[in-house]
């Protein structure tokens, strides 16, 4: 057998817990950006209004600081296979500290140092080390494993956002903090014991991607969608629980519009990473990029221009569908138009420009929202933000056609890509 019955759960958990904690960094946002937070002494008053600086939190803690390492690291993953438990271990302590030394915190400063760049670090070791292993496992059923992977995350990213505003109100920030660490590291800990190495294959190339790279306009061109995509995929689900109150929801009831956002992609996940495998990764990759840009443009818009509470309900339920379709189909994408020869190599470079999209992105978005006191915060406030995610997402789809049309020139064309 290839694979072992074992290993099959070990990105699905990494992205349950990982994964699922950042994606409820929403809810960290709307918080300290709160009043509350501010009695509590976690954070100054004069920082709650600087949201780029608090979106900056959770970007860092997405990992995007390893990522933009990648183009160095992965070319020699898979040398380094057989360090991969000590690897997510690593991450495993430093999320751990990162969240437990966060619950200190008196100031912006030391939550950017904490829960910011110490638990980004290692996130980062985490899920930029074990999701580009996994079609290596799975070569015919590639997308419906990246679909469990990201359906995992997307339900955690449920769990934790209900979760982590629950404890806000019966525990505190700080004593909250303390009990997610310990979370993590228990749930982390099974990832690192469970993590297996790259398959071994006769012919890879293990440098670092050249500038003659450059000159393949299908690397090219993948490299700006691998830009635009992180710099706004996750700006929704990052500023969602702020537009929520923006529109006059209660903050519970904001924590639970994200986890309803991510309760619809945990299945949409799946779905989509079947559909993958029967209509190709690329398609599949195209349609979900026009939905997320349509939706972005017409319904989020509206909805903030208008103060249209059903129209927001039914952007959090298209972007749920959707959101996922990145991360379940990309590393297949590249695979299939690299082959397992140059796919560490040519994925370092794309995973490095993904890493500095992630960490960039949303605080861009926040700083486009209008700086007004969180109580006097409205729909229209967030207009910049929306088209600036629209806009970037309509960039990335068109890439993407491109590259459709190019490797049909290449390769012929096929229904199935």
């Known amino acids: 057998m290839i694979l072992g019955e074992h290993s099959i759960g070990k990105v699905p958990d990494a ?3 990982v994964r699922g904690q950042t994606q409820s960094y929403g809810v960290f946002l709307a918080h300290y950006s709160s009043h509350k937070a501010v009695e509590e002494g976690i954070i100054s008053l ?32 898979p040398s380094l296979g057989r360090y991969v438990k000590t690897i997510c271990m690593l991450g495993t302590v430093l999320i751990t500290i ?32 074990l999701p580009p292993i996994l079609p290596e496992y799975f070569d015919r059923h590639g997308g419906l494993a990246q679909g469990a ?53 006769e012919k890879r190339i293990r440098s670092i991607a050249t500038w003659r790279a450059f000159t393949n306009p ?32 209660g903050p519970g009831f904001a924590a639970i519009l994200l986890a309803i956002n991510s309760a619809v992609g945990a299945p949409s996940r799946v779905i989509l990473g079947f ?52 991360i379940t189909t990309m590393n297949s994408v590249q695979k299939k138009l690299f082959g397992n020869e140059l796919y560490y190599s040519y994925s370092g470079a794309i995973t490095t420009v993904r ?23 409205k729909g229209h406030h967030f207009t910049r933000p929306i088209v600036y995610v629209g806009s970037l997402v309509m960039v990335s789809l068109i890439c993407l056609v491109a590259i459709r049309i190019l490797d ?5 064309w096929k229904l199935k890509r």
């Open 46 to 77: 004069k920082d709650t209004d600087v949201r780029a600086k608090l979106a900056i939190i959770g970007t860092l803690g997405t990992g995007g600081l390893v990522g933009v390492s990648s183009f160095i690291y992965y070319p020699y993953l």
């Open 355 to 377: 890493g500095i999209g992630s960490i960039v992105g949303v605080p861009i978005a926040g700083a486009l929202i209008s700086q007004v006191d969180d109580s006097r915060l």
């Open 408 to 412: 049909a020139i290449k390769t012929g």
């Open 98 to 129: 990162g969240l437990a030394t966060a619950a200190a915190s008196r100031n912006v400063w030391h939550l950017l140092a904490t829960q910011g760049f110490v638990f980004g670090l290692g996130a980062g070791l985490i899920v930029f080390t």
């Open 275 to 326: 559909l993958a495998d029967i209509f190709g990764h690329l398609n599949i990759l195209m349609v979900g990029t026009a939905v997320f840009a349509f939706s972005t443009l017409t319904l989020w818009l509206s909805s903030a221009i208008t103060q249209n509470k059903v129209l927001w309900i039914l952007f959090i339920v298209a972007y749920g569908v959707v959101s996922g379709c990145f």
């Open 15 to 17: 992205a349950l817990t």
């Open 218 to 249: 299908v690397f090219s061109l993948l490299l700006v969608v691998n830009l635009m995509q992180p710099l706004v995929f996750a700006v929704p689900a990052m500023l969602g629980p702020e537009f929520s109150k923006a529109l006059g929801y």
């Open 149 to 201: 992977t990201a359906a995992a995350a997307s339900a955690g990213g449920a769990v934790f956002s209900i979760a982590t505003e629950k404890l806000f109100e019966s525990i505190g920030t700080r004593k909250s903090l303390i009990v997610l660490a310990g979370i993590n590291f228990l749930m982390c800990s099974l990832v690192s014991a469970l993590a297996e190495p790259p398959r071994k294959y």
